[in-house]
């Protein structure tokens, strides 16, 4: 097993930053990769990015490109998503989950485990 926490969501005005932090423990040599999902209200759990655990290779949904940067630190075990421009459809629960292997990695049921979630609020 695998256990999930994430860290850092918060309220912040359109164009701000945070950034989210997700700490793994327990089996985590069983890794293939990790990603960050989110769930705004009435709509289905989105992909948000994913990052390979061993060679960083990343992957990210069009409308983040280039405002959202997805990062790990392996000694720490813990992944990153840097949100930088953020605009208020960017609101959303995110979640963090990992996977002991995937095809795309893009959607959430190729994923193993799931955090809790944290909140991130965008204002205009």
């Known amino acids: 097993q695998v256990q999930l926490v994430e860290s850092g969501g918060g309220l912040v005005q359109a164009g701000g930053s945070l950034r989210l932090s997700c700490a793994a423990s327990g089996r985590t040599f069983s890794m293939y990769a990790m990603g960050w999902f989110r769930r705004a209200p009435g709509n289905e759990r989105d992909f948000v990015a994913r990052?390979?655990?061993?060679?960083?290779?990343?992957y990210y949904k069009d409308s983040v490109k280039g405002r959202f940067t997805i990062s790990r630190d392996n000694a720490k075990n813990t992944m990153y998503l840097q949100m930088n421009s953020l605009k208020p459809e960017d609101t959303a629960v995110y979640y963090c989950?990992?996977?002991?292997?995937?095809?795309?990695?893009?959607?959430?049921?190729?994923?193993?485990?799931w955090g809790q979630g944290t909140q991130v609020t965008v204002s205009s």
């Open positions: 989950a990992a996977a002991n292997g995937y095809e795309r990695g893009i959607s959430y049921y190729e994923y193993d485990y």
């Open positions: 990052i390979t655990w061993n060679n960083g290779i990343t």
